[in-house]
């Protein structure tokens, strides 16, 4: 049975997981009762930000095989969250692909009639704001680091860009938070919008956490960057615990939330 690696951590010490290439949901770490946070799939260093986050709740990796469809891998992850977690508020978040996968999830929690506490995108720019292949050059690019970091050789046709190229975002009537970088974009890059492109997306508000990494893959590499999304991450939890300790809602619910469209 073909196997996959993830670091995890065991208290505060880092260690090396083997994990099934079938499995669903990697625990990075396990202790804790509050709400769960969620992150669509792994990133480089991602692990460290979690150990900033301490241990009073769980942090999950969703897993998946090659993504052939944003619409139907988002789906096969709300079937995992829900069976770990029953009620809401829910709050995940994923980078690249993994973003756009994070953002379907959302909409089709909130048409289950479900809370989302917490939506973060991770460097990850909306695909119809961007003019042209820039975006896929983009994803393309980050594809090929990653791999280059694992070991791995580079394929001449990759799935989740292909995945990418069809999804269309729909409106979302949550909140976004956006993690990204303002340095190390060349002049293409600059042409887009501050919030890349997600604010006419997102009705209920948009938050945007600048960080110093110069490459995409490096976001959750230097200290200074992950202390400070782990302290924003932390606002936003505290934020949704407060609020679910009320016993009220932290993000309306839409009137009617539109399917996002995947062209095939």
């Known amino acids: 049975m073909s196997t996959d690696f993830y670091t995890i951590l065991h208290g505060e010490t880092k260690a090396l997981a083997v994990v099934t290439k079938s499995a669903r949901l990697v625990t990075l770490q396990a202790a804790g009762k509050k709400t769960p946070f969620f992150m669509v799939g792994t990133y480089p ?50 980078g690249s692909v993994g973003g756009l996968v994070a953002y379907e999830i959302a909409q089709r929690l909130q048409a289950l009639g479900h809370e989302v506490g917490l939506l973060v995108l991770f460097d990850m720019p909306n695909c119809d704001r961007v003019p042209g292949e820039r975006v896929f050059a983009f994803l393309a690019a980050t594809r090929n680091a990653l791999l280059r970091m694992r070991g791995h050789d580079i394929p001449r046709e990759d799935v989740e860009i292909a995945a990418a190229r069809r999804y269309r975002p729909a409106p979302y009537s949550g909140k976004l938070l956006l993690v990204k970088r303002y340095r190390g974009l060349n002049w293409r890059w600059q042409l887009i919008e501050p919030d890349f492109g997600w604010s006419e997306m997102v009705r209920g508000g948009l938050e945007v956490c600048l960080v110093e990494a110069a490459e995409h893959v490096e976001i959750f590499k230097s200290e200074s960057d992950r202390v400070l999304i782990a302290e924003t991450l932390q606002q936003w939890f505290d934020e949704v615990e407060l609020r679910r300790s009320a016993g009220r809602s932290s993000i309306s619910q839409p009137e009617v939330a539109p399917a996002a469209i995947e062209h095939v």
């Not at 619409?71 to 978040?93: D, N, S, W």
């Open 45 to 94: 260093h991602f692990i460290d930000v979690v150990k900033l986050l301490g241990t009073e709740r769980p942090v999950l990796s969703l897993t998946a095989p090659k993504i052939y469809s944003v619409t139907r891998i988002a789906a096969a992850h709300v079937k995992t969250i829900l069976e770990r977690q029953p009620k809401g508020p829910y709050m995940f978040g994923g």
